[in-house]
């Protein structure tokens, strides 16, 4: 087992060559860029600052006109342990996230994971955005998270209409 010492030492000689800064930096520009074109490009949504997190996971809100009155939000996260960005279905506190929860718990989604409520678990819903991408290109990324968003919202559009929720 490390100790925070050894930790520390491992983390500072890892920043001594200054790729994990170059990294950092460039996926918050990237993060902050895309936070700019969801704002810009769906002027409907309301759009929350960027939280930067503690190289866990790096996020904005957006809250689709259909889904604030819900109480609900889309987070577009980028998960630093699985190194991938995802879209989150979320609530505005534990209570709305445990309701939405149990509608969604039963149903079946290829294509998305239900998350069971937990300590520190924000998400009701994910998906996976971009696994393998290419920072290099960012406009090919943010049309791909982009869609990516797009069809995890209508999917749950749909989802809630059928519902009747």
């Not at 949504?45 to 930067?52: D, E, F, H, K, N």
């Not at 996020?59 to 819900?70: G, I, S, T, V």
């Not at 920072?135 to 791909?144: E, I, V, Y």
């Amino acid at each position: 087992m490390h100790s925070v010492q050894e930790d520390l030492a491992e983390f500072r000689r890892e920043l001594r060559n200054g790729s994990v800064q170059r990294a950092y930096a460039a996926l918050l520009s990237y993060m902050l860029g895309l936070r700019t074109h969801f704002k810009e490009s769906h002027p409907d949504y309301t759009v929350s600052g960027l939280y930067q997190g503690y190289l866990d996971m790096t996020y904005f809100a957006l809250f689709p006109p259909h889904l604030k009155p819900r109480d609900l939000k889309i987070a577009i996260v980028f998960n630093y342990a699985a190194f991938r960005f995802e879209a989150w279905l979320a609530g505005s506190n534990r209570q709305v996230q445990r309701r939405y929860w149990e509608l969604f718990r039963d149903s079946r989604w290829p294509d998305y994971r239900v998350v069971a409520p937990a300590p520190g678990v924000d998400a009701i819903v994910e998906c996976d955005l971009a696994v393998d991408f290419d920072l290099s290109n960012p406009d090919a990324l943010t049309a791909r998270i982009e869609a990516g968003t797009a069809a995890f919202i209508d999917d749950l559009t749909k989802f809630f209409e059928n519902q009747r929720v």
